[in-house]
């Protein structure tokens, strides 16, 4: 009886062992579930890194929830990072890296599970994540992926996950791309400054604009950060907005605090001129102490709108959008009448959709009506008189 006894517990722990070994460490460790893209969220992507100390053959490990993939007969070596994304060749032109494709689904934009099953259905990896605090929202749609920051952590914990810190200069629908696919994640372990929002837009009178400086992770040392004016600014220092030091401006941090937040004023100025919407760029730079500056919040824009400009009564009065023509709608117009009681000189007026066109300096009485065409030439064979040609673009039909 002892003897069978001794042969039983060999045989569980033996089958135990080889049970485990087939359910090798595979950790999923960046997750980018909602790419700043318009519509298919082609860029959706998971990074997996192999914990074990030696290679892995992937041949039937699969994916059970969030996506459909089975894994082909593949080696991957001891500790490497490996991604699979929902489309291989977006992800290979964009990152410059190889994936493997998946099979069918999509991440959601809401959050869900991720779940990787080894061929005999043992779980070996699970991640139920969120678009909602307190998992980071930089990654729901604002160009950053969610990392792990810790690859012995529990990774279904939202505690020891982040946005990505990286900047690619990759730009997306106007949002940078934040991630490290198929690297380490990078999550600081010092002070991380940001601007606390991001945009206001103010009418041009005398009043003070705060921008407000965040710290998080700070510790037992002095933090400091510049300010800068981006060189796009178009308002103009002492003329447009006034400031009581120069730029850069460096921003000093209060030591032995967790958080701190510091308070730069800034004046907006009243004139009298009339003028084109203007504004402000100011950036973040050269944190000290090991601080980063979150690639997320690292701008702070101020438009400024005029205030004495008293915008003329012109409206577009006729259309000619789909001539009947065949091939280049070469008759294509656009009429413009001034409906005010005074002289409009349109100098520098634009069409900013639609077609591109800069007026030059011609007065349009009151009552008085001026067309731009598509084509000149043919606009003028149809109808007898020469009207304005725009510089380019079409009329969609």
Do not use: R
């Not at 291989?88 to 599970?113: H, K, M, R, Y």
């Not at 064979?381 to 304005?388: D, I, K, Q, V």
């Amino acid at each position: 009886m002892k003897t069978f006894l001794l042969l039983l517990f060999a045989t569980i722990f033996l089958f135990g062992k080889n049970a485990s070994a087939q359910s090798p460490q595979l950790i999923i460790s960046e997750i980018m579930y909602n790419s700043p893209e318009d519509g298919a969220d082609s860029l959706e992507f998971i990074e997996i890194y192999n914990n074990e100390n030696t290679s892995v053959n992937l041949s039937g490990i699969n994916f059970s929830q969030g996506l459909s993939y089975i894994f082909p007969d593949t080696l991957i070596a001891a500790n490497t990072f490996f991604t699979i994304a929902k489309d291989s060749v977006i992800f290979q032109n964009t990152f410059g890296l190889p994936a493997f494709q998946w099979s069918t689904g999509s991440l959601s934009n809401n959050g869900e599970v991720i779940e990787i099953q080894n061929a005999n259905g043992n779980t070996i990896d699970f991640v139920d994540f969120q678009n909602t605090l307190p998992w980071p929202p930089a990654a729901n749609g604002l160009g950053a992926s969610l990392v792990l920051c810790d690859l012995e952590a529990d990774n279904n914990l939202a505690e020891n996950w982040n946005a990505a810190t990286t900047p690619l200069g990759i730009f997306i629908n106007n949002q940078e791309i934040i991630a490290n696919p198929n690297a380490v994640s990078n999550c600081p372990d010092g002070p991380i400054i940001k601007f606390l929002g991001s945009t206001i837009s103010i009418i041009e009178n005398n009043i003070i604009v705060d921008l407000k400086i965040a710290m998080n992770h700070g510790d037992q040392n002095l933090t400091t950060a510049n300010i800068s004016t981006g060189s796009i600014s178009t308002a103009v220092i002492n003329e447009d907005f006034s400031f009581d030091s120069g730029f850069p401006f460096e921003i000093i941090f209060n030591s032995n605090v967790e958080k701190d937040t510091q308070i730069v004023s800034i004046q907006i100025l009243d004139d009298s001129e009339i003028e084109p919407i203007e504004n402000i760029i100011f950036q973040l730079q050269n944190p000290t102490n090991g601080a980063i500056i979150d690639p997320m919040h690292d701008v702070f824009e101020i438009t400024i709108e005029d205030n004495d400009a008293t915008l003329p009564d012109l409206i577009i009065s006729e259309i000619m959008y789909n001539p009947p023509e065949t091939g280049m709608d070469s008759t294509e117009f656009i009429e413009l009448y001034n409906n005010d009681t005074i002289q409009i000189n349109l100098i520098n007026y634009t069409f900013s959709q639609g077609v591109n066109f800069t007026f030059p300096e011609i007065i349009l009485s009151p009552g008085e009506f001026i067309v731009v065409a598509s084509d000149s030439i043919a606009f003028a064979n149809y109808y007898g008189f020469t009207p304005l040609q725009w510089e380019s673009g079409s009329l969609i039909n």
